[in-house]
């Protein structure tokens, strides 16, 4: 028998009521400790729920970010590769147009389309000895 029992007990209460009431303490602790568990894991599971979300609004996020970027980087790049085509193109041309003047060796002509080369894509000297030209662009720039 603990110390407040005594009390209890000196004071007139029954013995039944102050062993109910003890029965009534002990249970009410344990649904306390119940109900801290519960809170706990409902906690647990609210935070792992909110983890799961974060994680998956972060995945889509990511994925979109992804999306975004590639679809600009391969839009840029077929800007790019679109443009590289033209210069290229028109450079093959006016290399065409210049073999032809070469093999006529109209001079007026082929320095004319020589000067728009170097002009329009700033081509320099190295490009004109690999292109077998590098002499006539020495000696007339």
């Known amino acids: 028998m603990t110390k407040i029992q005594g009390e209890l007990m ?3 209460m029954p013995y039944a009521r102050i062993f109910t009431i003890r029965e009534d303490m002990l249970r009410l602790k344990c649904r306390l400790h119940e109900l801290r568990e519960i809170e706990d894991e409902a906690k647990r599971k609210s935070l792992k729920r909110i983890e799961h ?27 790019e590769v679109y443009e590289a085509q033209i210069e290229l193109d028109e450079i093959k041309s006016m290399i065409n147009k210049l073999k032809v003047v070469n093999e006529k060796e109209d001079n007026s002509k082929k320095d004319e389309i020589i000067k728009r080369i170097v002009k329009d894509f700033g081509l320099s000297h190295e490009y004109f000895i690999a292109i077998g030209h590098g002499d006539y662009y020495r000696d007339n720039f």
């Open 10 to 12: 000196s004071n007139g």
């Open 53 to 79: 979300m974060k994680n998956s609004i972060r995945k889509y996020n990511t994925n979109l970010q992804h999306y975004c970027n590639d679809t600009k980087i391969k839009a840029l790049y077929d800007l």
